[in-house]
């Protein structure tokens, strides 16, 4: 049987995808700072600690660590956490797969579509396009830099640029679906790159399972929508009222800081490649994701 390890496995992608693969009769190992379980292995990339046991017969390593973009306002340190949760966490995977000439079949990681930056544009972004100057395109640069370097000792290496992940679980999804009505951010006019958690977990999956489904796709799917209609649609799918007056930047700059940026811009993001590869989504269209992804009384 094939063993998979994974890191940020007690997150929202990561529970969802344990359960993919053990229904699936993988096995299936997880690197966390607090392991309960017989599964679960200590590892604390600050302190570069890792406890080697989970490298045992291990075939393929699916990183998804890093500390939550959206969960605390950016400061210096802030900003400083999420890039080396990001790199610290990734060369400590590869220094020890070095050190103990683990032979993986395959490194799989996760990046996000802030690689293209916080902007709003009518371009549309393809995984040839270079990185962003900014702190988003700064950060996913150097995520993604720690993880070709498995390329470099001859490991098969996919990197998922993931958008917004819609899930019934929680996420994004619990916090754009208020209470008594739905409105759209600032103007409205940029855009969500989104993808429901099956088709992205399907993914992590086809890069296990296809051999040829390495190098860098856009994890996004093939629909593009802007606040607004994407607020629209929700609001639809709840039965709520939709105000198409979209919340003042102003005021989500004195709430969040410059982290308002996540609120407030997004570009189109293809996903030709990704399904050139051979993928299928299940969820295309935001109505169908939708339908699926909220929580029902």
């Not at 169908?288 to 909220?294: P, Q, R, T």
Request: glycine share 6%; net charge positive.
């Amino acid at each position: 049987m094939v063993t998979i390890l994974i890191t940020g496995g007690t997150g929202l992608v990561g529970q969802y995808l344990q359960k993919k693969l053990v229904n699936k009769n993988y096995i299936v190992r997880v690197l966390t700072r607090n392991p309960t379980r017989k599964n679960e292995f200590y590892w604390n990339s600050t302190n570069n600690e890792i406890d080697e046991n989970a490298f045992i017969n291990i075939e393929y390593i699916i990183h998804l660590a890093g500390a939550g973009i959206a969960d605390k306002r950016w400061t210096t340190k802030r900003k400083q956490e999420i890039t080396d949760s990001r790199t610290k966490t990734t060369e400590l995977l590869f220094n020890t797969i070095k050190k103990l000439k683990t032979p993986l079949k395959g490194f799989i990681a996760a990046s996000a579509v802030g690689y293209y930056g916080a902007i709003t544009s009518e371009r549309i972004f393809k995984e040839s396009d270079e990185s962003a100057s900014d702190f988003l395109g700064s950060v996913c640069q150097q995520w993604e830099n720690s993880s070709l370097k498995f390329k470099t000792i001859n490991i098969p290496t996919t990197i998922l640029r993931v958008g917004i992940v819609l899930s019934k679980n929680g996420g994004a999804l619990s916090k754009m679906n208020t209470p008594i009505a739905i409105t759209p951010i600032a103007t409205g006019k940029h855009y969500i790159p989104w993808i429901h958690i099956e088709d992205l977990t399907n993914m992590y999956l086809k890069a296990i399972e296809d051999i040829t489904f390495t190098g860098i796709y856009n994890a996004v799917a093939p629909e593009t929508k802007t606040s607004f209609s994407f607020a629209k649609i929700l609001a639809k799918k709840t039965n709520k009222i939709f105000i198409p007056i979209g919340v003042p930047t102003f005021f989500l700059k004195i709430i969040f800081g410059e982290m308002a940026i996540l609120l407030t811009t997004g570009s189109r993001v293809l996903s030709n490649k990704t399904e050139k590869s051979g993928f299928t989504f299940s969820y295309k269209i935001l109505d169908k994701a939708l339908e699926d992804s909220i929580q029902k009384p």
